[in-house]
């Protein structure tokens, strides 16, 4: 069990509920006089917490980038609209699926509850589905004995929000249907084993490919633990310069 915004507002919902109904089955008709303040409280606020849940647990939420380990794609500082529809519908608190519309596909950006503490939310590149065997060599993925296409695009700097900078290589890679830019630092990375994906089970890294703790480092994340998908960028702010990024308003990541 994890307690979230959504489980936090089924929790408030579930409250209010309990007191609306139980006053209008119980006390409503024998009471004289004003009803009391909580009970006021509950049957204002039940309407408006029942739409923001569906909204948040059905429709979409917003995820904060906090760190540059999806960079160039993702910057700190970016805000995204994160889709949970287009996975299905899962239960708050308990992260069951009731209705299961599709699955996560090569490339998405997926957010998720962190495999080894779903307190954190994360956000990184799926790179293996289920069944498939993944390896990493040499700054190449390696997907079921295939080498996926990179091309090196030009050199390119990692500003950091505390003003470090750091210089990295920018290449082009495919995924499939899917093309994104990545980053690389000039040193040497550590390769990965041939890692085969079980069933129910992802493989996902960060674009910044040795900037970032991803899959590599703790491994797999389970279906229950995924969040949505991420779909665009709705608000981007500059830590280092205290400034809107205007231009990335409206983005749509791919």
């Not at 490339?107 to 779903?118: A, E, L, N, R």
């Not at 289920?130 to 695009?153: C, F, M, R, T, W």
């Amino acid at each position: 069990m994890y307690t979230d915004l959504s489980s936090i507002l089924a929790i408030a919902t579930l409250a209010t509920a309990a007191v609306y109904f139980l006053d209008r089955l119980f006390f409503r008709a024998k009471r004289v006089g004003q009803a009391p303040f909580f009970v006021r409280i509950a049957t204002e606020a039940l309407p408006v917490l029942f739409i923001v849940l569906v909204l948040r647990v059905c429709i979409g939420e917003f995820f904060w980038i906090p760190s540059g380990s999806m960079k160039p794609t993702l910057l700190e500082g970016d805000f995204v609209l994160v889709n949970k529809f287009v996975y299905g519908i899962r239960l708050p608190i308990v992260g069951t699926t009731v209705w299961k519309r599709g699955t996560p596909q090569r490339g998405d950006i997926m957010v998720f509850h962190h495999p080894t503490d779903i307190r954190k939310e994360m956000i990184k590149r799926v790179i293996g589905l289920p069944g498939d065997v993944v390896s990493y060599k040499d700054k190449v993925l390696h997907i079921n004995g295939v080498a996926q296409n990179i091309e090196l695009v030009a050199q390119d700097l990692d500003v950091h929000p505390s003003g470090r900078v750091t210089r990295v290589q920018r290449a082009h890679e495919s995924l499939g249907d899917v093309q994104h830019d990545v980053f690389f630092q000039s040193r040497d990375g550590e390769d990965m084993l041939e890692l085969t994906v079980p069933a129910g089970q992802y493989f996902l890294m960060g674009d910044n490919r040795d900037n970032s703790r991803d899959s590599r480092e703790w491994g797999l994340v389970d279906d229950r633990y995924i969040i949505g998908k991420a779909v665009y960028i709705m608000m981007s702010w500059d830590p280092v310069h205290s400034d809107v990024r205007w231009h990335r308003i409206g983005e749509k990541l791919q």
